[in-house]
């Protein structure tokens, strides 16, 4: 079996995110990092690979960005990937949901993966759609939010949570799981994993040498227009205790109930 | 011709609440733009009667497409509403807030080449076009989309509300649908499985809720003892559901239930977006979270930042103090 796991670079969680008002475009400088939602994604494909329920070839990390994604590319190589592939072209940015989506399905379709796995939300994003729209285009099923895999030959069976509980879902590979949060504890890298990173097969890759049609990605290629930028209306601000003197604290606690007749 | 085609799922013979909200919404919206709404109903069940669908008339729909195959996984009604739509014309696809509406509308999406847009909390008709307007980066800013052609537009959850039109059964039309090589790829072994036992949460006027901060699954026993203190109950959220500390019936947020209780207390809970849309109409939210930049805090009228395994216990002696007293 051969998985690639999509991996996306998002600002840290550290930094405030913002919108670059001269281009209407999320404002990407500053620190980055791995999405953490996608360590969840290589740790299962990890597992999988490490179960032995099935041989694993090879596990790719794929990704979408700038040149500075290499970067993520080599924090999922640390955590396991064997190598790595970067689609990464002037042409690409700013580009929708959908042209996100079939870029990335026209890098994954060279490799003929059996598995995609993928996090359930990039950080900045905030989707949760990528999976689908990469399997629309790739022919695959696809789940999201999975919390439970288990490998069986030739098919998955997955467990995650949808609008009425639980449900169990068997699914044939090829397939494209995104995987929730809730399914592993990831890794910490090894030094020398961390070390080892920038020595693994990475292939850097323009729109054209992944066969992406150029009309159907970036700001023209995409279907929706954002923009109008505005601040939600605002919520008076809460009041905020510092908990120091956890006596103090309490009372102050209490006190405000009691002024809302909650106690 | 600009009419809007709505999901609307549903489960053991119950439409779903929010998907009615987007039948609403819909009907509200086609008619601003001249045109109709029209609701899809999927299912290979026999709860699914021609009653059910037609009782969406009562929301807004004017005709009902029933589509025979499986419902529960995203691929089979990707093939359905993509053939409604292709025969029909429909310009715009709607959803209500849930987990299915985002797997189908981002397929639906790249099936018909249309654009699409998540987490919606308002559309509105500007120059005869739907504009759906989006919160982002945590509720910090609204971003509008605008559809070069055709749209799906999926609600967060509660954005839209279910209003009944007073118009009567709508028309009923069953549709044939071939379904593609990966809606078969998949299959459902079981559907809605509870985990845990059924605890009433909707029913409270207090609750206190936990969260991956409470650290471990024994963490919840503060929180039950605040709670019965309070006399309320305690709820949670996804993350330690998932993770099986405590009942999927406790669970608030877009895949568990929505409460709007006289106080929330909520103890090591960021406050993810997908939580705070089931518990932010409650009267009086207070937080405790160690990490001052928690987003909990942003909706919060009173948050303290500290270690919830110190102030529990202490606030819940307090409370029994009180209340004694
Ligand atoms: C499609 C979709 C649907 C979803 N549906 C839901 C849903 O229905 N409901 C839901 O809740 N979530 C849902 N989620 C998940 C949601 O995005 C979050 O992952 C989840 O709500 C986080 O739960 P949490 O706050 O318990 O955990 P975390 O986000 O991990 O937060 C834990 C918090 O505890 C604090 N903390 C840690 N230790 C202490 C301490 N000792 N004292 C005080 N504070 C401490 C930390 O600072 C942190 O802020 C959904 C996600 C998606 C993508
Ligand atoms: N540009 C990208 N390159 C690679 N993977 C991505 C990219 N954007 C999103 N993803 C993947 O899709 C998942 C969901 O992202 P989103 O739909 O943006 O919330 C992420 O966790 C990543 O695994």
Redesign the pocket.
Known sequence: MKICVLVKEVPDAAVEKRIDHSTGRMDRSGEKNLNPFDTHAIEAAMQIKEGGAVPVEEVVAVTMGPESAVRALHKAVSLGADRSVHLSDEALAGSDVVATGYALSKTLERESPDLVLLG??SDDG?C?TIGAVVAEYLGMPSL??VIKIDVEEGKLRCER?AEYGYDTVSVQLPAVISV???INEPRYPSLKAIMGAKKKPLDALAASDAGVEASRVGLDGSMVECGDFTDPPQKEPGQIIEDEDTAETVEKVVAWLEERKLI | MADILVYVLHYEGALNKNSLGAVSEGARLAGELGGEAHAIVVGDGDDLTEELAASLGNWGASKVFRARAPEGLAQPVIDAMAKVMQDNGHTYALFGGG?LG?EVGAGLAARLGAGVTMEVTEVDVQDGKLVAARPILQDSKISKSRYRDKGVIIGR?NAFEARESGGGPATVEDVEVELSSQATQATMVQRGEQRGEDVDIEGADFLVA??????KPEGFQMCEELANALGGAVA???????AGWYPYST???????TVAPKLYL??????????K??MQNSENIVA????SN???FEFSDLGIV??????LPKLTEAVKAKKGS
């Not at chain 2, 405790?288 to 990490?291: C, F, V």
Request: proline share 2%.
């Open positions: 359930q939300q905030e949760y999201t939010q949570q929730g949060d809730a | 987990l985002f959850l936990g969260g991956r901060g409470l650290g949670a959220t996804r993350a330690v559901v998932d669970q608030i947020g877009q895949t568990g239930k909520a103890a090591g809970i960021s406050g993810a977006i997908q939580h849309v089931g405790i979270n160690k990490d928690a987003p909990i500290g270690d919830l395994n110190k102030i």
